[in-house]
């Protein structure tokens, strides 16, 4: 089974990448590098940019696959909210062409709990309805909505995976999490420890209506993430109907414990100071993740907030300068 995986020089398309190859799967990976690193992904992989119809119908007349798995898009909930239609040309342009040049293949894609908004519940199920508050979630909404609408016309089948916050790193095989700069709590959190932040640590806002006041989060494994996209995909050839899934732990943990458990992970104080609160950002997201075991039979193995947390910091020990060092 020959897959093309989008995005697959980045941080959960590479693992992903690596995976399905582990299952004996034939990995083809396009990228354009605004984000990945060459050093994510080792083996076949094309270079171009997929808001480029043309170039990806001509990519479509030269391979063909049985299966996509489409992770390129743009991620940063503050940078969406000050810069919308880059992010809906980022994220929606690509699934159209993509579904326009390859008819019938059946389509995993990147979702986010960012599509639900902040429903005042204390996990996230997929019987909600999705009311993004920010342009990143409504952009992948709206591209689950062209997967569905592709759907019903018989023109190829889909499974949406909605993570929730995407951490860790395969340490011992030398991946790991490198955005430049880099936004993500954990990976920010071990630099400052490791004294490689040149500012303190921001905390957006410490009045949420949580226990502690910082925002919650649910910290789901890369390897997790992977295995249920090689599931997805395998549910898909099966003849599974088109669903979207959560995939998190059910667990949250707010900003001040994810930065406790960076401290005591790499036994080194972070500097930080409190901020105003981001515009877009929900107080709290944690998974309901009953369906995706129901559906898939996949469950999150490594759920504790400590071993996520020990990866990245293995990683970050190994290559502090990323795919750099
Ligand atoms: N990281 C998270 O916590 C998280 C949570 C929910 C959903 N997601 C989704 O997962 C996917 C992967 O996230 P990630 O954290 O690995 O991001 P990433 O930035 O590390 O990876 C995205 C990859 O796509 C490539 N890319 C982007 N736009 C492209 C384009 N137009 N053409 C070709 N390649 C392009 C980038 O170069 C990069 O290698 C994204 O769709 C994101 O929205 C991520």
Redesign the pocket.
């Known amino acids: 089974m020959r897959i093309l995986v989008?995005?697959g020089?980045?941080?959960?398309?590479s693992a992903t990448a690596r995976l399905l190859e582990r299952h004996g799967f034939e990995v083809f990976v396009?990228?354009?590098?605004?984000?990945?690193h060459r050093g994510a992904w080792k083996g076949a992989v094309e270079e171009?940019?997929?808001?480029d119809a043309t170039k990806v119908q001509d990519f479509a007349n030269r391979e063909s696959f049985d299966g996509i798995i489409h992770?390129?898009?743009?991620?940063y909930i503050a940078e969406s909210v000050v810069q919308p239609l880059r992010y809906w040309h980022?994220?929606l342009v690509?699934v159209i062409h993509l579904c326009e040049a390859f008819p019938q293949v059946p389509f995993v894609f990147?979702?986010?709990?960012?599509t639900y908004g902040e429903p005042d519940v204390e996990l996230l199920s997929e019987k909600l309805t999705p009311q993004p508050v920010n342009p990143y979630g409504a952009t992948?909404l709206a591209a689950e909505r062209v997967l569905q609408d592709r759907a019903a016309a018989d023109q190829g089948d889909f499974v949406a995976l909605r993570?929730?916050?995407?951490a860790g790193a395969e340490a011992e095989a030398g991946y790991g999490e490198h955005?430049d700069p880099e936004p993500?709590i954990i990976p920010r959190a071990i630099l400052s420890a490791m004294g490689l932040l040149n500012e303190p640590m921001s905390v957006f806002g410490m009045d949420w209506p949580t226990p502690d006041g910082t925002c919650v989060r649910d910290y789901i494994h890369i390897e997790d993430l992977a295995d249920a996209h090689v599931r997805a995909l395998q549910y898909l050839f099966d003849g599974g109907t088109p669903i979207s899934l959560n995939l998190g732990t059910g667990k949250g943990h707010s900003v001040l414990e994810v930065l406790q458990a960076v401290e005591a992970a790499t036994g080194k104080s972070i500097v930080w100071h409190a901020a105003p609160r981001r515009p877009g950002d929900p107080a709290r997201l944690v998974a309901d993740p009953a369906l995706a075991k129901q559906v898939l039979g996949w469950t999150a193995t490594r759920s504790e907030l400590s071993a996520i947390v020990d990866s990245a910091v293995r990683w970050h020990a190994a290559s502090p300068q990323g795919y750099l060092s």
């Open positions: 989008t995005g020089c980045g941080y959960i398309g396009v990228d354009d590098f605004s984000e990945g171009f940019d997929l808001r992770f390129a898009a743009r991620a980022a994220n690509p990147s979702s986010t709990c960012a992948k993570y929730f916050n995407a955005h993500h």
